[in-house]
């Protein structure tokens, strides 16, 4: 297990020092001089380079990245042009709000597919099987922006029921998942991401659970006398290694690829953030958020490897 | 050497057990296709996508740019704008016909290119193997190592807005996994009988690696990109949405979703509209390619 957990650990190193070298590049392939735009206009050549050296731009790109690289490892990500604060304070403050909704959306996917994933594998071709393939082809193709757009249409234009944007009155330090009052700012945007994981999760646990109920052991278990309920956790817990290791992906999903739902739903998150940065050209927030968003990715990919591992031990052996 | 069915190397039977009626692979897949009624309808629900995309000048009944503050946010279902029209009072149908030129010219030319690009680095990986291999594949994982809408919005942003952008960035973002399917593909048939045949008989690398290995390597790629083209017009209207792609005047679907945002409590069915034309044409595009996946018996 240790053995396993460590060399997994050090394969995570390269695809680290990888997204950082990515992170680096976007900042490169910008069009336009940075240079070009701080000075005023009449500076001449030497003003250009003076402030070009000042900021390490005339150093070749390796050691520019290695600079830039020790920078983001003490935690300076640089300024946000646009807010004019710390880029990691603005993620890390954003980052808490994405990963709250992108963990109940997750979540509440994760319920309804295996109630429904099960119930589809035990009936195939019955009425529940034919709303999880067709949810399923809907959830991946659906434009979770467009979703949201309806979703705000029918519940806050129409019923009238649920706010449409932002968190109300409170800000992302007081705000309680707890409090109705709070909540149900969230509610919409949980429920426009947990649409396309739910099709996918559904899929997933249709297709592992019905796999399994076709293995030999559960007619041995249904031959000594089992309960049918107790042939399904067999079936679901051989089934699970599968779903989660779907789970942690759709959840890297969320996480990364809500700036669509959160830019509709004005939601205080990294999307958002993102977004923030794309209008205002905000190069550094861009760097910064989505560097914070890729390693959150790299590390989750990480604990969903070993958190199946420790589910089932076939897998360390491979 | 050269009649090997293309499928001989990818989970399909040998051609031997089939039966003596057979009509070749092509002839086997029509015959499962054409009782497949979904996709039967599906593609031609695409083909009259792709038709009334071509000949939008022709049968759109309006400029799809020309704004009359008259007309603004018409209802649907009232003469002469049928759809009804947007916040600046151009006809919706027009500009949903026209707006399909580009999203769908954003779903199919960046899956071709990124099928040319990370298939070619794909077929070279699996075929060299070694280091070749290593290098070009750990290069991939790194981009895997990003959500997709992440990576698309990392690129896109850095870049600006733009065709062009938009265009660079998913095929980009797209390359990584055709390179990964095409490796796998191309390395099951280096370990063939028939490739160490052509090898033992002295045939050069390039005539193995065009006659031998691309044409088995052929039919799992195409399949699987044509799962990324619905991926890819999804991904695309998303950042037009995000103003990462075309530029104002020009229709396109998901750029009037986000311009149309404002009048959702004037109109709420015509803002929804160009949604629902994304979404048609990518539950169309899913179906499809599964279809073609289950007739040409390819495993994703």
Same mark, same amino acid.
């Given at each position: 297990?240790?053995l396993?957990?460590?060399?997994?650990?050090?394969?995570?190193?390269?695809?680290?020092?990888?997204?950082?070298?990515?992170?680096?590049?976007?900042?490169?392939?910008?069009?336009g001089?940075?240079?070009?735009?701080?000075?005023?206009?009449?500076?001449?050549?030497?003003?250009?380079?003076?402030?070009?050296?000042?900021?390490?731009?005339?150093?070749?790109?390796?050691?520019?990245?290695?600079?830039?690289?020790?920078?983001?490892?003490?935690?300076?990500?640089?300024?946000?042009?646009?807010?004019?604060?710390?880029?990691?304070?603005e993620?890390?403050?954003?980052?808490?709000?994405?990963?709250?909704?992108?963990?109940?959306?997750?979540?509440?996917?994760?319920?309804?597919?295996l109630?429904?994933?099960v119930?589809?594998?035990?009936?195939m071709?019955?009425?529940?099987?034919?709303i999880?393939?067709?949810?399923?082809?809907?959830?991946?193709?659906?434009?979770?922006?467009?979703?949201?757009?309806?979703?705000?249409i029918?519940?806050?234009?129409?019923?009238?029921?649920?706010?449409?944007?932002?968190?109300?009155?409170?800000?992302?330090?007081?705000?309680?998942y707890?409090?109705?009052?709070?909540?149900?700012?969230?509610?919409?945007?949980?429920?426009a991401?947990?649409?396309t994981?739910?099709?996918?999760m559904?899929?997933?646990?249709?297709?592992a659970?019905?796999?399994?109920?076709?293995?030999?052991?559960?007619?041995?278990?249904r031959?000594?006398?089992?309960?049918e309920?107790?042939?399904?956790?067999?079936?679901?817990?051989?089934?699970?290694?599968?779903?989660?290791?779907?789970?942690?992906?759709q959840?890297?999903?969320?996480?990364g690829?809500?700036?669509?739902?959160?830019?509709?739903?004005?939601?205080?998150g990294?999307?958002?953030?993102?977004?923030?940065?794309i209008?205002?050209?905000?190069?550094?927030?861009?760097?910064g958020?989505?560097?914070?968003?890729?390693?959150?990715?790299?590390?989750?990919?990480?604990?969903?490897d070993?958190?199946?591992?420790?589910?089932?031990?076939?897998?360390?052996?491979? | 050497?050269?009649? %090997?069915?293309?499928n001989?190397?990818?989970?399909?039977?040998?051609? !031997?057990? *089939?039966?003596?009626k /057979? #009509?070749?692979? @092509? &002839?086997?897949?029509?015959?499962?296709?054409?009782?497949?009624?979904?996709?039967?309808?599906?593609l031609?629900?695409?083909?009259?996508?792709?038709?009334?995309?071509i000949f939008?000048?022709?049968?759109?009944?309006?400029?799809?740019?020309?704004?009359?503050i008259?007309?603004?946010?018409?209802? %649907?279902?009232?003469?002469?704008?049928?759809?009804?029209t947007?916040? !600046?009072? *151009?006809?919706?149908l /027009? #500009?949903?016909? @026209? &707006?399909?030129?580009?999203?769908?010219?954003?779903?199919?030319?960046?899956?071709?290119?990124?099928?040319?690009?990370?298939?070619?680095?794909?077929?070279?990986?699996?075929?060299?193997?070694?280091w070749?291999?290593?290098v070009?594949?750990?290069?991939?994982?790194?981009?895997?190592?990003?959500?997709?809408?992440?990576l698309?919005v990392?690129?896109?942003?850095?870049l600006?807005?733009g065709?062009?952008?938009?265009?660079?960035?998913?095929?980009?973002?797209?390359?990584?996994?055709?390179?990964?399917?095409?490796?796998?593909?191309?390395?099951?048939?280096?370990?063939?009988?028939?490739?160490?045949?052509?090898?033992?008989t002295?045939?050069?690398?390039?005539?193995?690696?065009?006659?031998?290995?691309?044409i088995?390597?052929?039919?799992p790629?195409?399949?699987?990109a044509?799962?990324l083209?619905?991926?890819?017009?999804?991904?695309?209207?998303?950042?037009?949405?995000?103003?990462?792609?075309?530029?104002?005047?020009?229709?396109?679907?998901?750029?009037?979703?986000?311009?149309?945002?404002?009048?959702?409590?004037?109109?709420p069915l015509v803002?929804?509209l160009p949604?629902?034309?994304?979404?048609?044409?990518?539950i169309?595009?899913?179906?499809?390619?599964?279809?073609?996946?289950?007739?040409?018996?390819?495993?994703?």
């Amino acid at each position: 297990m240790w053995l396993y957990a460590l060399r997994r650990l050090l394969m995570t190193i390269p695809i680290l020092i990888g997204v950082t070298i990515i992170c680096f590049i976007l900042i490169k392939i910008a069009p336009g001089d940075p240079i070009k735009a701080l000075l005023p206009p009449g500076a001449t050549e030497a003003d250009a380079a003076r402030l070009r050296a000042m900021y390490g731009l005339d150093q070749p790109l390796p050691l520019q990245y290695l600079i830039w690289l020790g920078h983001v490892l003490t935690g300076n990500l640089g300024m946000a042009i646009s807010t004019n604060r710390p880029v990691l304070s603005e993620v890390t403050r954003a980052f808490g709000n994405t990963i709250a909704i992108a963990f109940i959306a997750v979540c509440l996917s994760f319920v309804l597919s295996l109630v429904m994933g099960v119930i589809a594998a035990y009936r195939m071709g019955g009425l529940v099987d034919r709303i999880v393939t067709a949810l399923a082809v809907f959830g991946i193709s659906v434009p979770t922006f467009w979703l949201a757009v309806v979703f705000v249409i029918i519940f806050a234009v129409n019923l009238r029921m649920l706010p449409a944007t932002g968190m109300g009155d409170s800000d992302s330090g007081s705000f309680n998942y707890f409090r109705w009052d709070d909540f149900k700012f969230a509610l919409l945007p949980i429920l426009a991401l947990t649409l396309t994981p739910l099709g996918i999760m559904m899929r997933t646990t249709r297709s592992a659970v019905a796999e399994i109920l076709n293995q030999d052991f559960i007619q041995t278990i249904r031959a000594k006398g089992m309960s049918e309920f107790q042939v399904t956790v067999h079936a679901v817990r051989n089934a699970m290694p599968q779903i989660v290791a779907m789970l942690g992906l759709q959840l890297g999903y969320l996480v990364g690829g809500s700036v669509l739902v959160e830019t509709v739903f004005s939601w205080p998150g990294t999307g958002y953030l993102l977004n923030m940065a794309i209008m205002a050209r905000d190069l550094p927030l861009l760097q910064g958020t989505i560097l914070v968003l890729a390693l959150a990715f790299v590390m989750l990919n990480l604990v969903v490897d070993l958190l199946q591992s420790l589910i089932d031990p076939r897998i360390k052996r491979s | 050497m050269s009649d %090997i069915p293309a499928n001989l190397a990818i989970d399909a039977p040998p051609a !031997q057990t *089939r039966p003596a009626k /057979s #009509r070749g692979y @092509w &002839g086997g897949v029509w015959q499962r296709l054409r009782y497949d009624h979904v996709t039967l309808f599906c593609l031609a629900l695409i083909l009259l996508i792709v038709l009334s995309a071509i000949f939008a000048p022709w049968i759109a009944p309006f400029d799809p740019n020309k704004s009359s503050i008259i007309h603004r946010l018409k209802p %649907i279902g009232v003469a002469p704008y049928w759809l009804g029209t947007d916040e !600046q009072g *151009r006809d919706m149908l /027009s #500009r949903i016909l @026209w &707006g399909g030129r580009t999203s769908l010219a954003m779903g199919i030319v960046p899956v071709a290119i990124a099928t040319l690009i990370g298939g070619a680095f794909g077929i070279v990986a699996g075929y060299y193997g070694g280091w070749v291999n290593m290098v070009i594949m750990r290069t991939m994982d790194v981009f895997f190592a990003f959500p997709s809408v992440l990576l698309a919005v990392a690129i896109s942003g850095s870049l600006g807005g733009g065709t062009t952008n938009q265009l660079i960035t998913l095929a980009i973002v797209l390359i990584p996994p055709l390179c990964r399917v095409a490796e796998t593909a191309t390395s099951q048939v280096r370990s063939m009988d028939f490739v160490d045949a052509a090898r033992a008989t002295g045939a050069p690398t390039p005539v193995i690696l065009f006659k031998h290995v691309l044409i088995n390597v052929v039919s799992p790629v195409l399949v699987y990109a044509s799962t990324l083209v619905s991926a890819a017009i999804l991904l695309a209207s998303g950042l037009s949405f995000l103003g990462l792609g075309v530029s104002p005047p020009t229709p396109d679907w998901g750029l009037m979703l986000s311009t149309l945002r404002q009048s959702i409590y004037v109109q709420p069915l015509v803002c929804a509209l160009p949604g629902v034309a994304i979404l048609i044409t990518s539950i169309a595009f899913n179906l499809v390619s599964d279809g073609l996946r289950q007739a040409m018996d390819v495993k994703a």
